[in-house]
């Protein structure tokens, strides 16, 4: 008898130690991580994965708290797009605003054909339908573990309890009202200093609504009625139908194969993915031409911007919403295709800026998060508001900002919206239509595991960013950390031969000497994206926030 107990203790004793090793061995061999825009983001992540969350309950959070503490993008009121690998599957969630049911190709357009300054960008008329939160409603019920409940429980908190406004986030906010000089209801809810701790009531009565009614709250009850009665007074054009026909789309991402990887990213709406595949196909098509370069030499820059013509003027011509559009997107990506743009570069001197075209043969502030969850699922996404603080105008009774999203449409052929870009027919107004948008929540996968989580904010630097950041990691074998940190330029057709360069990290004075020689102007552009990125190399698991930004990356053992 007490052999046999004996026995059984041994045998207790070894199952312990062999379970002990497993889930140590789980433990270091499968790390979750986070890499987001702020700490509050990180650490929304980082307790719901602790809670026993999985990739899209972290998402969930963060998206939330975001929405709290970093108004310059984080949102209620805005879209987004988000890529995911669950279960050793990929999806794409399509949360992108629409166009309302009452607007129209000319609305941003005086009498006489005019674009009215601002009139896209600024107050409750410049914003379209939001997407958000039924995306995360959306991805939650798809694949979330925990309560919906509990993953907004880190905003609903921040919200009411408050959080501590930084530096450049006053500096920021004070800077727009300056320039806003009364139009909106902006000063009355963003008059911040730095180092306050800020609380925001009706956001937290909001997000408290939200948590217990799910999405119908937003979109058909309470906040819905408060968001039709913003519009009334400010003369947009929300109304309770659009808010109740709103649905986020689950589309096919986009793939390709590129260096033994498989790319999954954004399909059309964006044009990001679509971009990114094209700017990494050419280049390793173009790999002679790059053969031995250093990085941001003048050729390695001027081979770029060679790159990034013809992928604008792509954009520019067949990009837009796919429910409207017929978006070419094989064919755009296609390898002869690529090899045919390649062919057309030149070796030393600029393309002159219109002699690039469309290629086919006939015409027919975000902010970025990246997460990895211990069982290899991985959510990227980038959600938006459009410009820093959207529309600049508050849903008051509601507490949250709108977007300015109508300004990504081409509101007049051939005028550059706020980044700069043009587009014509394919990317026009019509109700209910989404506009097009450059975001490009990306992953890498090898063998069935997920490599890299990858994205930026940016505008239309946001495709030239990622495609920097993974060519720096995969061609020059850097450091996940040391790409995200390295120079960055960008080049988008027009300005005819404007290279783009930001404060952060310059090109040195005789590669810009150079560049000049060979006609190319170089020019200061505040900002060039806030990348959050994670990558598994050999195990090892890597999460980099931009230096360029207040993120924090942090690995969840
Ligand atoms: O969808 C787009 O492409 C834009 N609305 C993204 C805006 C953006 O990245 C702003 N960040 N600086």
Known sequence: MSKISNMSR??????????????????????????????????????????????????????????????EAGNLGGGGLATLVMNGRSYFLDYRERAPGHASAGMYLDAAGAVIP???????????????????????????????????????????????????????????????????????????QAGQNLRQP???????????????????????????AEMRRQGGLIDAQDLADYRAIWRAPLTASWAGYTVITAPPPSSGGIALVQLLKMKQLAAPLFAGLGLNTPQYVHLLAELEKPVFADRAEYLGDPDYTKVP??????????????GAISKDRPTATAAVGPGLAEHHQTTHFSIIDRWGNAVSNTYTLNDDFGARAIVRGAG?????????????????????????????IAPGKRPLSSMTPTLLVRDGHVEMVIGTPGGSRIFTSVFQVISNWHDFGMSLTAAVAAVRVHHQL??????????????????????????????QQDYNGDIQAIAVRGGEVTAAPDPRGTGVGRVIH
Do not use: C
């Open 10 to 71: 041994h045998w207790l004793a070894l199952l312990l130690a062999t379970l002990a090793l497993i889930i140590g061995m789980t433990a270091t061999a499968a790390p979750a991580a986070v890499a987001a825009p702020d700490r509050y983001g990180a650490d929304a992540a980082e307790e719901i994965m602790r809670a026993g969350g999985n990739a899209v309950d972290a998402a969930v959070a963060v998206a939330f708290a975001l929405a709290v503490t970093y108004p």
């Open 118 to 192: 601002d009139a896209s960008m600024v107050g409750a008329r410049a914003a379209a339908v939001p997407g958000t939160v039924m995306g995360l409603w959306q991805m939650h019920r798809k694949f979330g573990r925990l309560a919906w409940r509990r993953d907004l429980a880190p905003a609903v908190k921040l919200a009411k309890d408050g959080y501590t406004v930084s530096e450049p986030q006053a500096e920021h906010a004070r800077a727009v009202i300056e320039s806003l000089a009364g139009r909106t209801n902006f000063a009355d809810y963003f008059r911040l």
């Open 202 to 228: 009706e956001l937290a009565a909001t997000l408290a609504r939200i948590a217990r009614a799910g999405v119908n709250d937003f979109y058909r009850g309470r906040t819905a009625a408060i968001m039709v």
């Open 329 to 342: 997107v094989e064919r755009l990506i296609d390898d002869a295709y690529m090899a045919a743009r390649v």
């Open 400 to 428: 949250f900002l709108l977007n300015n999203e109508m300004d990504d449409f081409s509101i007049k052929p051939g005028t550059p919206n706020m980044y700069g870009v043009v587009g014509g027919a394919a990317n026009a």
């Open 494 to 523: 027009l300005p005819s031969q404007v290279i783009f360069q930001e404060p952060y990290a310059q090109l040195d004075a005789a590669t810009i000497a150079a560049l000049e020689q060979r006609g190319y102007k170089l020019e």
